[in-house]
């Protein structure tokens, strides 16, 4: 399973690169890295690494000058999503509060 789901993610960053993306792909891309990693048992470092690194990925879709052949509606919605992203400190403030309180 793991490997159809790395192949899914292969060709939708593909066709992104080569500009025949759809805004369907970018969310096929961004559904399956989730699925992948939920899979696994993660750590609160480890989901904000991930957040970190599909802000980076968004980051570079929305930037023409980064990846040049993206359609524009697929730059738009990557736009739209960086506005929706947790920053770094609400990534920081949800670990904080998901730690496990100290009983004394």
């Known amino acids: 399973m793991a490997s159809t789901i790395n192949k899914r993610i292969s060709t939708a960053f593909q066709r992104i690169q080569q500009g025949s993306a759809t805004t369907g792909d970018m969310g096929q891309l961004l559904r399956d890295h989730f699925v992948q990693d939920s899979r696994s048992a993660t750590t609160a470092g480890e989901r904000r690494e991930c957040i970190a690194g599909v802000e980076e990925?968004?980051?570079?879709?929305a930037d023409p000058k980064t990846i040049t052949r993206v359609p524009k509606t697929v730059r738009t919605t990557a736009r739209q999503l960086l506005r929706h992203l947790p920053t770094q400190q609400h990534m920081t403030?949800?670990?904080?509060?998901?730690?496990?309180?100290?009983?004394a």
């Open 57 to 61: 990925f968004l980051v570079a879709l």
């Open 93 to 103: 403030e949800c670990e904080r509060l998901s730690e496990p309180k100290a009983t």
